[in-house]
């Protein structure tokens, strides 16, 4: 069975910072293209970033570029997103993806 399991969302104040994780199984990894989508409260779905399956190529969109970095462990099977200089407007569920399965979500809530 595919599962995608994120972790590692909160509450963190504007500025702050949250690392997430997503752990991956039931399929084979590194051999997948993966991304981070989130969706805030009354609104779509938007992709967050990209990575390649070796992880040598990585893609933002223009409202986090500069602040998220993706990452992957492929012996780990994990997936990464490193979120920096957090804004209100980040505030949402975010969800790793891939061409054949989402996770469940992980909360992070940017509030003073």
């Known amino acids: 069975e595919v599962q995608l399991v994120e972790s590692g969302g909160g509450l963190v104040q504007p500025g702050g910072s949250l690392r997430l994780s997503c752990a991956a199984s039931g399929f084979t990894f590194g051999n997948y293209d993966m991304s981070w989508v989130r969706q805030a409260p009354g609104k779509g779905p938007e992709w967050v970033s990209g990575i390649n399956s070796d992880g040598g190529s990585t893609y933002y969109a223009d409202s986090v570029k500069g602040r998220f970095t993706i990452s992957r462990d492929n012996a780990k099977n994990t997936l990464y997103l490193q979120m920096n200089s957090l804004k209100p407007e980040d505030a949402a569920v975010y969800y790793c993806?891939?061409?054949?399965?989402w996770g469940q979500g992980t909360q992070a809530t940017v509030s003073s």
């Open positions: 993806a891939t061409i054949i399965s």
